[in-house]
C-alpha cells in the first residue's frame, strides 16, 4: 500500500523557519517524482514546488521562490521542505504528493499544518 | 502562468442528479488536465487525469471530457458521498496550477 506521511509542522514567529518531511512506504520511491502542495485555512489547493525522482530537476512557485528549498533523499525514501523567512500566508496544511508520469498527482499525504504567527 | 477557471464555484444538486462542472484555461493544455475531489478535513483524491482517463478505483459515474482549453467533470446520478469541493489542475507547464474549486452541496 502506497502511504506518504508529513511531518514537522507547527507554530512558528514570522521570518522563521521549519523543515517539513515525508516519508514515502509501498513503492519505489526513487523512480517517482514529488510535489508539495499546500492549502490555507478554508482556502484552495497552491501547488508549490517538484523535484524529479533524481534531483535534476526542481520548480517552484513564485510565492515560495528564494525562500523554500526541496530536496530528497531516496536512500531514506525521504522528502523534505526547508522553509525560510516565514510569512503569515504560509500559513496552511502542506501536502506530500506523488507525481505519476502521464503526469498526475495520484497519491497524497495527510498533510501537516504550518502555522505562522506572533 | 497559466490560470485556471472553474464554474461554477458552488453547485446546489439532489441525490440521483446529474452535473457538470467545467474548468477553462487560460491558454492550450492539450489534454494535461487532472480533476481531483476533496472532502472536508482530507486530502485530495484524483477521480480522472489526462481529461478523460478515470483513475483506478474510481466509480463510472465520474466522466471527464475536452481537450485545448475547455473541459468538464461530470458525475452522473448524483450520490450522497459526491457532495464535497472538486478541483481541476494544469499539468501542461510550470507552474502547475490549480483552479478555484467547485463546492457540491445538497
Known amino acids: 500500500e502506497v502511504q506518504l506521511v508529513e511531518s514537522g509542522g507547527g507554530l512558528v514567529q514570522p521570518g522563521g523557519s521549519l523543515r517539513l518531511s515525508c516519508a514515502g512506504s509501498?513503492?519505489?520511491?526513487?523512480?517517482?517524482?514529488m510535489n508539495w502542495v499546500r492549502q490555507a485555512p478554508g482556502k484552495g489547493l497552491e501547488w508549490v514546488s517538484y523535484i524529479s525522482s533524481s534531483s535534476g530537476t526542481i520548480y517552484y512557485a513564485d510565492s515560495v521562490k528564494g525562500r523554500f528549498t526541496i530536496s530528497r533523499d531516496n536512500a531514506k525514501n525521504s522528502l523534505y521542505l526547508l522553509m525560510h523567512s516565514l510569512r503569515a500566508e504560509d500559513t496552511a496544511v502542506y501536502y506530500c504528493v506523488r507525481q505519476e508520469g502521464a503526469p498526475y498527482f495520484d497519491y497524497w499525504g495527510q498533510g501537516t499544518l504550518v502555522t505562522v504567527s506572533s | 502562468d497559466i490560470q485556471l477557471t472553474q464554474s461554477p464555484s458552488f453547485l446546489s444538486a439532489s441525490v440521483g442528479d446529474t452535473v457538470t462542472i467545467t474548468c477553462r484555461a487560460s491558454?492550450?493544455?492539450?489534454?494535461?488536465l487532472g480533476w481531483y475531489q476533496q472532502k472536508p478535513g482530507k486530502a485530495p483524491n484524483l477521480l480522472i487525469y489526462?481529461?478523460?482517463t478515470l483513475q483506478s478505483g474510481v466509480p463510472p459515474r465520474f466522466s471527464g471530457s475536452g481537450s485545448g482549453t475547455e473541459f468538464t467533470l461530470t458525475i452522473s446520478s448524483l450520490q450522497p458521498e459526491d457532495f464535497a469541493t472538486y478541483y481541476c489542475q494544469q499539468l501542461n507547464a510550470y507552474p502547475l496550477t490549480f483552479g478555484g474549486g467547485t463546492k457540491v452541496e445538497i
Open positions: 491558454q492550450g493544455i492539450s489534454s494535461y
Open positions: 509501498g513503492f519505489n520511491f526513487e523512480s517517482y517524482s
Open positions: 489526462a481529461a478523460s
